[in-house]
T-cell receptor, first 115, second 113 residues
Framework: AQTVTQSQPEMSVQEAETVTLSCTYD???????LFWYKQPPSRQMILVIR??????QNATENRFSVNFQKAAKSFSLKISDSQLGDAAMYFC????????????FGKGTRLHILP | DGGITQSPKYLFRKEGQNVTLSCEQN?????MYWYRQDPGQGLRLIYY???????QKGDIAEGYSVSREKKESFPLTVTSAQKNPTAFYLC????????????FGEGSRLTVL
C-alpha cells in the first residue's frame, strides 16, 4: 500500500533559524508527484512546494526547499530564515502521475516559531 | 478573485439531524473533493468527483452523501447515520486528479450538540 509518513508530530524553531521537516513514503511507482502543503491557524491549506519524481533537481520556492532522495523515498522540507508566519501544520502528500489515483497525505507536522 | 468558497464556516447541529455543507468554486476545475480533518488524523477523503453528475466514495464515505449537478458546486450532506460527525471539513478542487495540486476552501467546522 502507498503510504506517507511524517514522523515528527510537532517541531519548534527559533525565528530566523532553519528547520527541516521529514517525510518518507512507500511506493512501487516510479513516476509521481510529491507536495508540501501548509495549513496556518486560519485553516486554509495552501501548496508550498511541488516535486516531480522524474526531476533530479530539488525544488525550491524562496525560503522553502526540499531534499528529494528517490532511492531512499525521502522528501524533507527545509525552511530557511524562519518567520512567525511560517507557524502552521505542514502536510506531505503524494500522488501517482497521470493516473486516476487519490492524493495521499501524511498526518502532518505542527511547526512552532519561537520569537 | 478565483477560489473556493465553503459555507457555513461554523455549524451546530443536534443529534439526528442532517446538515449540508456548501462548496462552490469558480476556478473552472473539473475535480472536487471533500476531506475530513480530525486532530492527529491528517486529512481523510470522504467523496470526490471528477466530472459533473459523477462521484466516487473515498476512504470514509459512510454517513455522508454528495451531489455534483453543476461543475461549480459539490455540496456535502452529513446524515444522521454518521456516528461521529463533529469535525473540520475541507473542500478542495483541482484541474484533474492526476495533477495532485489541490486548491482548498477555508473549511467548515461542524459541531454536534
Amino acid at each position: 500500500a502507498q503510504t506517507v509518513t511524517q514522523s515528527q508530530p510537532e517541531m519548534s524553531v527559533q525565528e530566523a533559524e532553519t528547520v527541516t521537516l521529514s517525510c518518507t513514503y512507500d511506493t512501487s511507482e516510479s513516476d509521481y508527484y510529491l507536495f508540501w502543503y501548509k495549513q496556518p491557524p486560519s485553516r486554509q491549506m495552501i501548496l508550498v512546494i511541488r516535486q516531480e519524481a522524474y526531476k533530479q533537481q530539488n525544488a525550491t520556492e524562496n525560503r522553502f526547499s526540499v531534499n528529494f532522495q528517490k532511492a531512499a523515498k525521502s522528501f524533507s522540507l527545509k525552511i530557511s530564515d524562519s518567520q512567525l508566519g511560517d507557524a502552521a501544520m505542514y502536510f506531505c502528500a503524494y500522488i501517482v502521475r497521470n493516473r486516476d489515483d487519490k492524493i495521499i497525505f501524511g498526518k502532518g507536522t505542527r511547526l512552532h516559531i519561537l520569537p | 478573485d478565483g477560489g473556493i468558497t465553503q459555507s457555513p464556516k461554523y455549524l451546530f447541529r443536534k443529534e439526528g439531524q442532517n446538515v449540508t455543507l456548501s462548496c462552490e468554486q469558480n476556478l473552472n476545475h473539473d475535480a472536487m473533493y471533500w476531506y475530513r480533518q480530525d486532530p492527529g488524523q491528517g486529512l481523510r477523503l470522504i467523496y470526490y468527483s471528477q466530472i459533473v453528475n459523477d462521484f466516487q466514495k473515498g476512504d470514509i464515505a459512510e454517513g455522508y452523501s454528495v451531489s455534483r449537478e453543476k461543475k461549480e458546486s459539490f455540496p456535502l450532506t452529513v446524515t444522521s447515520a454518521q456516528k461521529n460527525p463533529t469535525a473540520f471539513y475541507l473542500c478542495a478542487s483541482s484541474i484533474g486528479q492526476a495533477t495532485g495540486e489541490l486548491f482548498f476552501g477555508e473549511g467548515s467546522r461542524l459541531t454536534v450538540l
